[in-house]
């Protein structure tokens, strides 16, 4: 009986591991596509359409809102095909937007930044995958503190505290590493404890992966707001 336990404990941690596999295939593939989509905007100098029509940088705003919320809301009503769609839409919504920072800072810099945030995002995530301990009650505590970032954000488009600045920055850069360990544990145990057929893990590895990507982009853009140097 201990044996078949054993080997059923096994089994599940294998396909877990394919499953995890799969989602930071997708989460890849997601911020692929982000990159190429925002250097292609820079060089080929639509980035200037952006910059100088806000109506058209707020539209692509909401529409990357709208594609997450409504990825979130339908993913199980959806077919597979078409959230894989929304998911690499708003992939590519974000590098129109995210097409910015290239304007901002250094080339070197981002690139920089952007490999100690895989670095920090690699560890972070595998030790949400493997650890024993239960981080679920870190859900509340991590979402409090994702809204208190927000409220303080836009508090600070009028104050333009510099203080604020880098306590935001420092602050998001804690909470978006808990949240990758957090939301990797979540993905792994929906997995696990969620009984879906084919369809729905391929659906939960988008959803997954989204949430991975979310992760890694806003603790690349803290980092980013940290160590990065301005043109």
């Known amino acids: 009986m201990q044996l078949d ?7 599940e941690q294998s396909l877990a591991r394919k499953f995890m596999n799969s989602v930071y295939a997708w989460m890849s593939i997601g911020i692929l596509l982000t ?13 200037h359409s952006i910059l100088q029509n806000k109506l058209f940088f707020y539209g692509l705003i909401f529409g990357e809102l709208a594609l997450v919320f409504f990825l979130s809301a339908r993913i199980h009503q959806m077919s597979v095909s078409a959230a894989t769609l929304s998911y690499l839409g708003y992939s590519a ?5 995210l097409s910015i920072l290239f304007v901002v800072y250094t080339r070197s810099s981002i690139a920089n930044v952007f490999f100690i945030t895989s670095g920090m995002f690699a560890v972070t995530s595998f030790y949400g995958m493997v650890t024993k301990k239960d981080l679920s009650n870190w859900g509340n505590i991590l979402f409090m503190g994702i809204i208190g970032i927000i409220i303080a954000s836009v508090v600070n488009i009028f104050l333009k505290s510099p203080a604020l600045y880098w306590i935001i920055s420092y602050v998001g850069v804690v ?12 993905i792994k145990n929906s997995y696990l404890y969620g009984n879906f057929d084919e369809v729905g893990t391929k659906k939960i590895a988008i959803m997954g992966a989204l949430k991975l990507y ?6 690349f853009i803290m980092l980013l707001r940290i160590f990065g140097k301005r043109d």
């Open 5 to 11: 336990n054993v080997y059923t404990s096994e089994v």
């Open 35 to 47: 990159g190429i989509i925002a250097l292609f905007t820079v060089s080929s100098g639509l980035y």
């Open 214 to 219: 979310l992760d890694f982009i806003n603790l």
């Open 175 to 186: 909470l978006f590493t808990a949240l990758t360990a957090y939301d990797t544990q979540k």
């Open 93 to 97: 919504l974000n590098g129109l937007t």
